[in-house]
C-alpha cells in the first residue's frame, strides 16, 4: 500500500480476474475502490481455490484492501442504488455489458463528466475470456514442442487487460482535470490480444513471411535462449540479450574454442547479433547442452551469477513460494487478516517506492462489509431507510 | 491514438517488452514521448523479426508514436546530455541499472520532484528476463499435459509490467500534483509475478494445501473449460463461468438427460457451482467429448452463440491476422509509414473512447530524427553547438 492515489475514490462492479485487477491496483496505491457486490457474492465469489469451509483463496486475494456495498442487482432499486453510487462518485470500472442498467450513457445522466472503464470480452460485446481470446490469436498454437495446441495456465489477457484499465482510468482521469469532460474507456479482451500481437510485430511478421513463426518448444524466438538439463539433472533456462552477456556465458562453459570453430566454419560472428546466434541454434544449442549437462546447477549458478548471465532453474509453485527471498522476506509481502481465516503472507503493490513508506496490505472486505457507511456517506440515506433496505432484501450487510 | 495525456512529456531510456510497452501506452493515449537511443540503436534494434534489409518488425511496433534523440551513451557527454533531458522534462521511465548515471538521486539533483519509474529484473538489482521470472514461480511446470515443463511463448510478465509501469507513472503524477513530492517507483519483474501467483491466489492455495496443483493439459483449473475436437476434426475452446451459460450449453448439446442422471448418482448438482463442475470432471468432460465429437464446428458455432457461451476455435496466428474482423477491418488498427518500408495494418491503443475521435497509429522514429529537435527546445542549445555533437559523433541523427 502507497497513497499515490489517495483522495480518489472509485465504484467497482465486476468480477474474475481483469476488472478485479485494475481496481486492486488502484486500492494498492491507496484509493478508495467500493466494490458493489451481489448480495451474497457475484459468479466468482466461490472460484477455486477455495478452503473447506468454502471461502475462495481467489477472490480474498483479488479485492484486497477494497470496501463492500452488496445489493440485490436483480431487483430495480438495487440496481437505482448500484447507478446512484456511481453517479454521486465519478469513476466506475466494471465488466459488466455495454448495454443494459450499466450502460455509461445512462450513468452520465446527470453526471457528464463521468468515466466509466469497462473491460469486455469481443469489441462488439459477444462474451470473451481470456482462455478462448488466446487461442483466437494463435498462441497456443505456438507454445510448446507440438502439434497439440497448448493453453497458457496464467490468464495473461486479463492481467494485461486489467493493468491497461487502471492506467486507462488514469489517464481519463488526466484529461477530465484539463479538460472537464468524462466519458467511456471500453477496453476488450479481445483488441489487448491482437493489440499485443501487433505490437509484438507479430503482425507484420506473419505478414511479410506469410508462414507461422514455427514452434520452439521451450526456445525463445530470435535470440539465444532456452532450457538445459544440468549434470545433477536440474532444468535451467538460460538467456542471453547483450553482447556482454554473451561473452561470458561463452566464457563461464569453456566454449570459446569451440564457438571460434563454429564462427569460421558458417563465416559469421555471434559477438552482437541475437538474430545469427538464433539462426544457427542447431549447431550451438548441442554444444551448449554438453556443456551445461558436465556440471552442477550449484557449479553453474556460482559460474553465471558472477558473469551476469540471465538464468534460473525451473521450479515448482510450492517451491517458489518457499524462498524466502520471494515471499517471506519480500518487503511487497506482510500479514493481513483474509474472510477464510487462513493467515498467509499477503501481497501488496507490485512497486517499491524507495522515498516512500510502504504501508502493510489489507484485507478484502466481507460481502456488505461497507454497505451502511457508503450508503450513508455517499448516497446520504437516513440510518431508517438502509434498514428498510436491509430488511427488505435489498441492501446485504456482513 | 487519443489525446488523454495531451501536455504529458515522458523521456524513455529502455529496450526489450516491458519499458518500451509502458511508453508506448502513454504515447498511444496523446503524451509525447521521447526515447533516448543510443546511437545506431540500443540492444533490441535489430531484434526479430526482422525484414530482409535487417529492420526489426519488432522495434518498429513497439516504439510508434515516440521520437528519437540518438545519443552516444558510452562517452560522458552522450550521458550528461541524457541526464540534462530527463531533468528538463521530469518524467523518466527506463530499464537502466538502479545505480549508476541514471539513478534516481543523481537525476534528482536539482529536480528534486523528478518521477522516475524503473522496471527491473530482480527486486535487488539482478538482472532477470520474462522468461526467467516465469519458471521462478512455476508457471511452466502447470502448462501442458507434462511431464515436462512449457515455457509460455507470449512475453506475459513483460507485458503486465509494461502496463503496470504505464498506471504507476500516472499515479505519481496524480500525486505531485497534490503534493509537489517526485520520487522513483521501481517495478521488477520478479516481483510482479511473485505478486501475481498472490493476487491469483495461488500463494494461500500451495500454503493450504501443501502440494502443487495438478496438471491440467489445455483445461481451465476450478471450473468447467477445456479444448474439445469437432466432427470435422477442428479443436475449439469452452469455458463456462455463468450459470445461464451452463444450463445453455447443456441444452445446445443435448446433455440434460445425462447430467441429470450424473448429478442423481453423485448427489451433487452443477447448475450454479464452477468447482462441483470442476470437481467431477471426469465424468463430465466425456459426455461432452461425445456430443461435440458428433457434430460441425459451424453447426456448433450457430448453436453456442445463440445460447451466450464463450467458445472460440483454435486458429494460427497467420489465420488469426487473416480475419478482418480482427485486424483489416478492426477499428484499432490503421496505416502509418514504418521504418522498415513493409506496409502493414498498425495497431492504436487497445482502448476505444466511443465520446472521442480516434486518430489513427503513427509510425516508430528513425534513430535520431528528432535529435535536432529535441536539444534546441528541450536544452535550448544552440545550432552551432548541436552541430559540433553531431560532428563529434555524441549526437546521432537520422
Same mark, same amino acid.
Given at each position: 500500500?502507497?497513497?499515490?492515489? #489517495? ?7 465486476? +468480477?474474475?480476474?481483469?476488472?478485479? #485487477? ?24 466461490? !472460484? ?94 505456438? #507454445? ?34 484539463? #479538460? ?63 553482447? !556482454? ?20 566454419? !558458417? ?103 461497507? +454497505? ?27
Amino acid at each position: 500500500m502507497y497513497d499515490l492515489l #489517495t483522495g480518489l475514490s472509485v465504484i467497482e462492479a465486476s +468480477s474474475f480476474v481483469a476488472s478485479p #485487477t485494475a481496481g486492486l491496483y488502484c486500492a494498492q496505491m491507496g484509493a478508495e475502490v467500493i466494490r458493489v457486490d451481489q448480495v451474497g457474492g457475484g459468479p466468482d465469489f466461490r !472460484r477455486w481455490p477455495v478452503t473447506k469451509a468454502n471461502d475462495s483463496l481467489y477472490w480474498e486475494n483479488l479485492n484486497r484492501a477494497k470496501k463492500s456495498v452488496a445489493l440485490d442487482l436483480g431487483r430495480p432499486e438495487g440496481r437505482e442504488l448500484l447507478q446512484a453510487l456511481v453517479r454521486a462518485t465519478g469513476q466506475f470500472i466494471t465488466n459488466f455489458p455495454v448495454d443494459g442498467f450499466l450502460s455509461h450513457p445512462t450513468l452520465a445522466e446527470g453526471r457528464p463528466d463521468l468515466i466509466t472503464v469497462r473491460v469486455m470480452g469481443w469489441a462488439h460485446g459477444a462474451p470473451a475470456l481470456d482462455y478462448t481470446v488466446n487461442n483466437s490469436v494463435g498462441y497456443p498454437m505456438l #507454445t510448446g514442442a507440438g502439434p497439440e495446441p497448448v493453453n497458457h495456465v496464467l490468464p495473461a489477457w486479463d492481467l494485461l487487460t486489467g493493468a491497461y484499465a487502471a492506467f486507462a482510468l488514469l489517464a481519463a482521469i488526466q484529461r477530465r482535470s484539463a #479538460t472537464a469532460m468524462g466519458g467511456e474507456v471500453r477496453i476488450p479482451l479481445s483488441d489487448v490480444a491482437i493489440g499485443t500481437v501487433a505490437n509484438l510485430g507479430g503482425v507484420a511478421e506473419v505478414l511479410y513471411t506469410g508462414v507461422n513463426r514455427p514452434r520452439l518448444g521451450n526456445a525463445v524466438y530470435g535470440l539465444f535462449g532456452r532450457d538445459f538439463v544440468t549434470a545433477d539433472g536440474e532444468r535451467t533456462m538460460i538467456v542471453v540479450v547483450t553482447p !556482454r552477456q554473451w561473452a561470458n556465458l561463452v566464457a563461464a562453459l569453456g566454449l570459446g574454442e569451440a564457438i571460434a570453430a563454429l564462427e569460421a566454419s !558458417r563465416g559469421v560472428t555471434f559477438a552482437t547479433d541475437d538474430g545469427l546466434r538464433f539462426a544457427h541454434r542447431d549447431a550451438l544449442y548441442p554444444m551448449f547442452e554438453c556443456a551445461v549437462a558436465a556440471r552442477s546447477l550449484k557449479d553453474l549458478t556460482a559460474a553465471f551469477d558472477v558473469g551476469g548471465i540471465v538464468h534460473s532453474p525451473y521450479r515448482t509453485m510450492l517451491n517458489a513460494v518457499q524462498d524466502r527471498a520471494l515471499v517471506a522476506d519480500n518487503p511487497i509481502f506482510g500479514q493481513a487478516d483474509n474472510p477464510s481465516g487462513f493467515a498467509y503472507p499477503a501481497a501488496g503493490a507490485f512497486a517499491t517506492l524507495p522515498q516512500s513508506e510502504r504501508q502493510p496490505p489489507r484485507a478484502a472486505p466481507r460481502n456488505g462489509a461497507h +454497505s451502511e457507511e457508503i450508503l450513508a456517506d455517499r448516497l446520504s440515506l437516513p440510518s431508517g431507510e438502509i434498514a428498510r433496505l436491509i430488511d427488505a432484501g435489498i441492501v446485504g450487510i456482513a
